[in-house]
Nanobody
Framework: QVQMVESGGGLVQAGGSLRLSCVAS????????MNWYRQAPGKQRELVAV???????NYANSVKGRFTISRDNAKNTVYLQMNSLKPEDTAVYYC?????????????WGQGTQVTVSS
C-alpha cells in the first residue's frame, strides 16, 4: 500500500521553529520530486517548497530564507525545517508527490499535520 505520513506539527510561538517529516513508500519516493503544500482555513492549498530527486530546491516567496526542504533518500523521508515562524504560517501542511507524466500521472498526499503559530 502506497503511503505518505507526515509528523512534527504543533503549536509554537511566533519566532519559533518546527521540523516536519514525511515518510513515503519507496515506490513513490525514490525517483520523484517531493513537495510540501499548506492550506490555511478559508484559503486555497498553496505550494510551499519543492525538492527534486537530485536535491535542487525551490520555495514560495513567503517562506524563502525561513524554511528549508531536504530529503533523506535512504529513509524515504522529506523534511521541512521551519524557522522564524509567523502567525500567517498557520495551516495544515501536506507532503505530496506526483508519479508519472501527463494523463497517467497521479498525485499522492499525506493526511496533513497541523501547524499553529501564536502571536
Amino acid at each position: 500500500q502506497v503511503q505518505m505520513v507526515e509528523s512534527g506539527g504543533g503549536l509554537v510561538q511566533a519566532g519559533g521553529s518546527l521540523r516536519l517529516s514525511c515518510v513515503a513508500s519507496r515506490s513513490i519516493f525514490s525517483n520523484n520530486a517531493m513537495n510540501w503544500y499548506r492550506q490555511a482555513p478559508g484559503k486555497q492549498r498553496e505550494l510551499v517548497a519543492v525538492i527534486m530527486r537530485g536535491g535542487s530546491t525551490n520555495y514560495a516567496n513567503s517562506v524563502k530564507g525561513r524554511f528549508t526542504i531536504s530529503r533523506d533518500n535512504a529513509k524515504n523521508t522529506v523534511y521541512l525545517q521551519m524557522n522564524s515562524l509567523k502567525p500567517e504560517d498557520t495551516a495544515v501542511y501536506y507532503c505530496n508527490t506526483k508519479v508519472g507524466l501527463g494523463a497517467t500521472s497521479r498525485d499522492y498526499w499525506g493526511q496533513g499535520t497541523q501547524v499553529t503559530v501564536s502571536s
